[in-house]
């Protein structure tokens, strides 16, 4: 708590006084329960600081709070949170086995790309020009939810016009839980825009349309890696991995079985 007192030309004052938050630039985010974390000592709350000892309670609060350039490290426990991100953060889990984002069921983001409205768990993309975002070691999960009305398809991690070359991207994480009804409406990763990033190590299933998508056009086109991924059709998706319209990038050492098409 800081007090203030200011003094005029007349010598007259006024005191007042504020609580003051300074926040660092490593954000910490807990459930509710200490039970196999790593990063915190205390269970969250978002009127807390942030810090290892005092930690946020959602990862919303924390995107909130965070400045370009911060790291959010998210412990384990299960965060039902529809994210948006439109600044330049990491976000690391604790372990796709430990951190888990888990789709809620009434999500009121969505994110148009031409004639395509896009319900999402996770979304990163800018208002304008582009950003560094990397996530990192999370499990997130459909949790059987269908796409909310009114937009066209679902979809576990969106990107537009995030960059970072080999820094960012998505890397070891797990994507899963999508309905298996109605057909070709959930992807598992959909890139566009001016995106330079990499996809590594994560392992997808579920979807019903395509495991990983990059798409370029009138937005850009995304320039890729795409790499030591496994995904798991049922037999009802199309594509495993599928670059179109301009977006290019390298496909290398990926897993793919169960698909109607190819990769």
């Given at each position: 708590?800081?007090?203030?007192?200011v003094?005029?030309?007349?010598s007259?004052?006024?005191?007042?006084?504020?609580?003051?938050?300074?926040?660092?630039?490593?954000?910490?985010?807990?459930d509710?329960?200490?039970?196999?974390?790593?990063?915190?000592?205390?269970?969250?709350?978002?009127?807390?600081?942030?810090?290892?000892?005092?930690p946020?309670?959602?990862?919303?609060?924390?995107?909130?709070?965070?400045?370009?350039?911060?790291?959010i490290?998210?412990?384990a426990?299960?965060?039902?949170?529809?994210?948006?991100?439109?600044?330049?953060?990491?976000?690391q889990?604790?372990?796709s086995?430990?951190?888990n984002?888990?789709?809620p069921s009434?999500?009121?983001?969505?994110?148009?790309?031409?004639t395509?409205?896009w319900?999402?768990?996770?979304?990163?993309?800018?208002?304008?020009?582009t950003?560094?975002?990397?996530?990192?070691?999370?499990s997130?999960?459909?949790?059987?939810?269908?796409?909310?009305?009114?937009?066209s398809?679902?979809?576990?991690?969106?990107?537009?016009?995030v960059?970072?070359?080999?820094?960012?991207g998505?890397?070891?994480?797990?994507?899963k839980?999508?309905?298996?009804?109605?057909?070709?409406?959930?992807?598992?990763?959909?890139?566009?825009?001016?995106?330079?990033?990499?996809?590594?190590?994560?392992?997808?299933?579920?979807?019903?349309?395509?495991?990983?998508?990059?798409?370029?056009?009138?937005?850009?086109?995304?320039?890729?890696v795409?790499?030591?991924?496994?995904?798991?059709?049922?037999?009802?998706?199309?594509?495993?991995i599928?670059?179109?319209d301009?977006?290019?990038?390298?496909?290398?050492?990926?897993?793919?079985?169960?698909?109607?098409?190819s990769?």
């Open positions: 708590i800081y007090t203030i007192t003094t005029d030309a007349n007259c004052t006024a005191t007042a006084t504020t609580d003051l938050k300074i926040y660092g630039s490593k954000l910490y985010v807990n509710n329960s200490q039970t196999n974390d790593v990063y915190t000592t205390a269970v969250g709350n978002d009127a807390n600081a942030g810090t290892p000892s005092s946020f309670a959602t990862i919303t609060k924390a995107l909130t709070i965070a400045q370009a350039g911060d790291t490290y998210v412990d426990g299960d965060f039902v949170e529809q994210l948006t991100i439109d600044k330049s953060v990491y976000l889990g604790a372990g086995n430990l951190s984002i888990v789709a009434t999500r009121s983001g969505s994110v148009v790309q031409g395509t409205t319900d999402y768990i996770v979304a990163a993309y800018p208002s304008t020009g950003i560094q975002v990397r996530i990192k070691d999370f997130i999960n459909a949790n059987s939810q269908n796409k909310t009305a009114g937009t398809s679902f979809v576990g991690v969106f990107m537009r016009d960059i970072g070359d080999s820094i960012g998505l890397f070891s994480c797990e994507i839980g999508f309905p298996s009804t109605p057909e070709y409406e959930c992807f598992g990763i959909k890139i566009y825009g001016n995106s330079d990033l990499t996809v590594d190590n994560n392992i997808l299933s579920d979807y019903t349309r395509d495991g990983i998508g990059v798409n370029g056009g009138a937005s850009g086109n995304p320039d890729v795409v790499s030591n991924n496994t995904l798991n059709g049922s037999a009802i998706p199309l594509n495993a599928s670059l179109i301009g977006a290019k990038g390298s496909i290398v050492k990926n897993t793919a079985k169960n698909h109607t098409r990769t």
